[in-house]
């Protein structure tokens, strides 16, 4: 039985959960109750994001850890937050025309009084070195790393799924 909402389906049957299009704020909620009706065996998760919310990034990232068995399939795009879901994964495979990209993190607050956008770039700045330490966390390169090669160019890419595998970002190019 396939369930499909928005740019989120999950495959009952074949404990199949597909994310795919932005990560948007219901995403991470509705990411750990489809993990928990599934149960505790293992999940497919197919990850194709242009990225999207750092909440709901972090909330997924924590099912994922949580759950203990799952393996992302990453194939089109996995940028910005989707990077994380697929290093963070137990088993870790990209297809061959995968491409990745990543930035220093950024929220779209509006406009903002001079204290709260203070404040916003504390939160920004804590988002972006907590996720540098996960990613040192799932790759070989450390946080030092991450903050660094994100933080020197506007943009970070990798081009096909060899180039993430080389970086350690997944396991095997299928």
Known sequence: VLAHLLNL????DGRQVYLDGPIEEHTGPWFWTVLDALGPDGITVHLNTPGGDEVA???IHDAI???GDITVIAYGQVCSAGIL???CAHYRKVTQSAILMSHESTTTQGELGYRA???RRRVDDWFHEYWCELMGRYTPNDAKW???TTEKKAEFWLLGGQ???DA???DIVI
């Open 168 to 170: 350690g970002i997944a």
């Open 9 to 12: 389906s999950v495959d009952w």
């Open 163 to 165: 180039a993430i595998v």
């Open 65 to 67: 850890r949580k759950h």
């Open 117 to 119: 956008s203070k404040d």
């Open 57 to 59: 990034m972090f909330a």
């Open 85 to 87: 879901l697929l290093a």
């Open 146 to 148: 991450w903050k660094a």
